[in-house]
């Protein structure tokens, strides 16, 4: 796939608030989208100490489903680290199996390749771009990219892979780095990305990276505003960037934190919270628990609608949700945790899409 201006690569742990976002997006927005799809690890049972599923029920749904959710369209596909080197009940490895899955449902899926992988899974990736002749993802981190071998490094694994410069798509992924003060850092990955060995000639070239916090733990009732460091660092690495240097696309991780960290549900009462996206802050409304009190989220809903920032209900499907929820009409209510943060990353989506319009998007 090639990316064009203005496309957004949001990262995408493959979980039902993240699928049923993009499935409820417009095709006009979906044809500006180019997800990176991660198989998220499995989930921990604290009751009984143990993964909540084998290999092959965790993975096994998943080309199914991506075919309902995202049909034919491009995208990339990573697998969380903790499951690559999986064997499924048939013997194949887990890389394997998901793009022979795919495969028969004529997807458009790129595989993702890392400095880290080990050779098993190397081999894997190299088997499915043999197969599917559509290439390969590199996603790097900054560590990675900082170090003085690193373009050497991608020459190998790319040997390894059998695959060209021309036919990869390299990602920078930054993780959630401390963004400010924007210049310095600007400074640094300019300085960084000026040292690879053929920027040009990529498929595609991106970096993405959240400033979305692990926890809101900070943010306390009604709520607050914490600001979209990612996005105002973009705008000052685009300012940074030398006129003859590649610019990138802009990916990000909607309003999820990438860091996974398996957590005992039944020992904490998650609030009830919208997150929405503005220019350059994420806005949270906040109450207590959830489940000690649903109801509130109609109190947030209308607090949201009357506040001067919310768009609309035409914006996105979650805005839509959210005007009909402060109203308390039929078929929209309090729902669940899933769902809002379903409708979060939809209008977080849209919003992206807007900014990237407005911005002129990359050449």
Request: hydrophobic content about 40%; glycine content about 6%; proline content about 7%.
């Given at each position: ?300 809903c209308d607090s949201l609608v009357k506040s001067g920032n919310f768009r ?52």
């Open positions: 796939m090639k990316l064009t201006a203005n496309m957004y690569v949001p990262v995408l742990k493959w979980r039902q608030a993240e699928y049923q976002a993009l499935f409820r997006l417009s095709d006009a927005a979906k044809d500006r989208v180019a997800p990176l799809v991660v198989i998220p690890p499995i989930e921990f049972d604290f009751e009984t100490w143990a993964p909540k599923k084998t290999v092959q029920n965790h993975v096994e749904p998943f080309a199914k489903r991506y075919d309902t959710k995202w049909k034919s369209r491009p995208a990339w596909v990573d697998i969380d680290p903790t499951i690559q080197s999986s064997i499924m009940d048939g013997g194949l490895d887990v890389t394997t199996h998901v793009f022979d899955e795919l495969r028969t449902h004529k997807a458009n899926a790129v595989p993702v390749a890392s400095l880290d992988h080990s050779v098993q899974v190397a081999t894997a990736i190299a088997g499915v771009i043999a197969k599917d002749h559509k290439g390969v993802a590199l996603r790097v981190r900054m560590e990675h990219l900082m170090r003085p071998d690193f373009s050497a490094r991608v020459a190998t694994l790319l040997s390894f892979l059998k695959v060209n410069i021309s036919q990869t798509d390299l990602i920078i992924d930054l993780g959630s780095p401390a963004y400010e003060p924007y210049p310095a850092f600007a400074g640094a990955l300019t300085a960084a990305l000026a040292s690879i060995s053929g920027l040009h000639d990529y498929r595609n070239f991106v970096v993405t990276g959240t400033a979305y916090p692990e926890s809101l733990k900070d943010i306390t009732p009604p709520g607050g505003d914490l600001e979209r460091h990612d996005w105002k660092f973009y705008q000052a690495l685009l300012s940074a960037l030398p006129p003859t240097m590649r610019t990138p696309n802009f990916g990000d991780y909607t309003i999820v934190n990438p860091t996974f960290v398996a957590i005992d549900m039944r020992m904490i009462k998650p609030a009830g919270k919208i997150i929405y996206t503005n220019k350059n802050q994420w806005t949270v409304k906040k109450g207590g628990a959830f489940r000690n009190n649903e109801a509130q989220m109609h109190t947030h609309g209900g035409t914006f996105s499907d979650g805005d839509k949700y959210i005007e009909q929820c402060a109203v308390k009409a039929v078929g929209y209510g309090p729902s669940n945790q899933t769902r809002w943060k379903e409708i979060a990353i939809s209008h977080h989506t849209m919003h992206v899409l807007e900014d990237l319009a407005k911005l002129g998007g990359p050449p």
